[in-house]
Nanobody
C-alpha cells in the first residue's frame, strides 16, 4: 500500500490547514486497511501520534490536539483527512500518514508533509 500526503504548508498561529492522504496499490490490500492515521515528528523529537481512525469511523486523538484537529476518512476514495484548526507554533512538524492492515501485518507510511506554524 502506497500513501501520498498533501496539504502541508506555512500558516500563522490560529490559522487552519487540511491535510489529505490517498492510498493506492493492490485493491485487495487497500480494501483490507483497518486503521488510518496521522503522526508527526518535530525537529529533535520522536514521531508521535496525532490522530487515528478505524474503518468503522472510531477516532482517537492526542491530548494536545483534541478539540482543534478532526480526522475523517473516505473509505470509497481510500483517503484520510486531517482538519487542523487553531494551529499553534508547537504544531510545527512533518506530518506522516499511516495505514495498518492487521491481518497482513502491514504498516505503511507516506512520505510526510511539512506543516509550519509561525507565531
Amino acid at each position: 500500500v502506497q500513501l501520498q500526503a498533501f496539504g502541508g504548508g506555512l500558516v500563522q498561529s490560529g490559522g487552519s490547514l487540511r491535510l489529505a492522504c490517498a492510498a493506492s496499490g493492490s485493491s485487495f490490500l487497500i480494501n483490507s486497511i483497518n486503521d488510518m492515521g496521522w503522526y508527526r515528528q518535530a525537529p529533535g523529537k520522536q514521531r508521535e501520534l496525532v490522530a487515528t481512525i478505524t474503518s468503522g469511523g472510531s477516532t482517537n486523538y492526542a491530548d494536545s490536539v483534541k478539540g482543534r484537529f478532526t480526522i475523517s476518512r473516505d473509505n470509497a476514495k481510500k483517503m484520510v483527512f486531517l482538519q487542523m484548526n487553531s494551529l499553534k507554533p508547537e504544531d510545527t512538524a512533518v506530518y506522516y500518514c499511516n495505514a495498518k492492515i492487521t491481518s497482513w501485518h502491514v504498516d505503511s507510511w507516506g512520505q510526510g508533509t511539512q506543516v509550519t506554524v509561525s507565531s
